[in-house]
DNA sequence: CTTTTGACTACTGTATACAATTTTCTGAGA
DNA sequence: TCTCAGAAAATTGTATACAGTAGTCAAAAG
């Protein structure tokens, strides 16, 4: 999802804006653990960091107070979003909202080539399984699950989707333990979504909002509060 | 929705910045159907409008972007939404995926005092309908829903559908037809909302998720593209 | 020794000014 | 009359500069 949004039918070069180009640095420096949650994010540091006077950085930082990646402070300036153990139950519960309702507004899927993303991300899956690539995995099944819920070809749904799915990244990126408990269920984690894509496939919806109700990171949920911290 | 977070635990005395200010006018500008969607917003002749300069303008269009309302075309500067008959059938789907959430989260009701907000906002439906005055029942409807998505406190819930509220108002803003259709179900709106309520009392969730899957507004969804136009 | 008050520092909020790009208007040619 | 090129106008993107507020630390009073 970029911050601007194309103007239909025009196929025009895009100069890229200053502020985009923070945004996409800024935010890959949050979601890799670079700032940390609850870090505060001075302007002048930053702009100079950047290359860049204030007002870009403050239209980007606004951007990603938007995708839900910082925090406006009033008078205080902006700080990475603190994410807490009752957060990432926020972001499980509305996750699975989202994708069980991709899966009733989109199956059956009319058009077979619409499953194509699916299939590709999860041949990445499996080769990335294969070859231990953590980072890999995440990738695969980040764009997975985001081929997922394009099903629809549901707008909103997909940008409420992207946010959450940045915040993931970042409990990820800033909580190591974290993102293990994320792949306890690592040698699982191709044959499950293989079913899935499956019983997409065949247009069985019963069964796939069966999987989607049970896929996995029970034990992730449960281990929540060691991992993280009680939320408040 | 403040477009700033308060900081947890202090209650001091904000100071209301002019981009905050901005947001609330512009909104309601909006939203009232002042300024019609697919309208260029040009930011030197807000600017003078409210008096400010442009970069708090700016902030504030970046808010509102945030919330749905308005649209960032790259060097062509901000327009007010396009909505079609498309978006608001994303928007009413999103909406029952939301609300359905709320409702199997959020039930059982152990705290009653928790349900008070939803009785006083049906009592002021009551009373709404019973004045015919229409302004009121909108707003009383909107607190109703609002009150159902607000039970299992679930900020991202909340957040996600407050942004969806608000393009409904700016279509019911802008569209008189469609403020028509929305009510075409007058007399109903009451009793249904009061038999949603009673079922919530009473826990019956099933009833419950029934009511909400057909909550009316079949008919506005059937004629959507006489009202607005097809999406493109 | 604790508490309160004051000034100081750092930072955000805002305004003005300039540069770069897009759009529109004008005019010539087919 | 329509199309295309070029220039001018309008508007966005960006930088610099200043004002105002919140946080901090030290000094003085209790």
């Known amino acids: 999802m970029s911050a601007e949004a194309t103007a239909p039918g025009t196929s025009k070069v895009l100069v890229p804006t ?16 670079e700032f940390r949650p609850g870090e505060r994010l001075v302007e002048e540091r930053l702009s ?9 950085l403050r239209e980007a930082l606004r951007i990603l107070q938007r995708d839900g990646l910082v925090q406006s402070l009033p008078r205080r300036g902006f700080i990475v979003i603190p994410i807490t153990a009752d957060d990432v139950r926020e972001i499980y519960s509305l996750r699975f909202a989202l994708e069980r309702m991709a899966v009733e507004l989109g199956m059956p899927v009319l058009d077979p080539n619409r499953l194509q993303p699916m299939r590709d991300a999860l041949e990445d899956m499996r080769v990335a399984a294969e070859e231990m690539n953590d980072e890999a995995a995440v990738e695969a099944n980040s764009r997975f699950h985001a081929a997922l819920v394009s099903l629809p070809g549901h707008k909103r749904l ?4 992207e946010g959450l799915r940045l915040q993931l990244e970042l409990c990820m990126g800033y909580n190591l333990k974290f993102r293990e408990q994320m792949f306890g ?5 191709h044959p499950r979504h293989a079913q899935l894509l499956e019983s997409i496939e065949t247009g069985d919806k019963e069964a796939v909002l069966y999987e989607i109700a049970h896929h996995g990171n029970a034990s992730l949920l449960e281990n929540l509060d060691d991992l993280i911290g009680t939320g408040g």
Chains 1, 2 share one sequence.
């Open 18 to 33: 200053m502020a985009d180009a923070v945004v996409q640095r800024l935010r890959a420096l949050i979601v890799s653990g």
């Open 48 to 56: 100079e960091m950047f290359g860049v006077s204030r007002p870009p």
């Open 158 to 161: 997909i940008d409420t989707y």
């Open 185 to 189: 269920d690592r040698k699982d984690m």
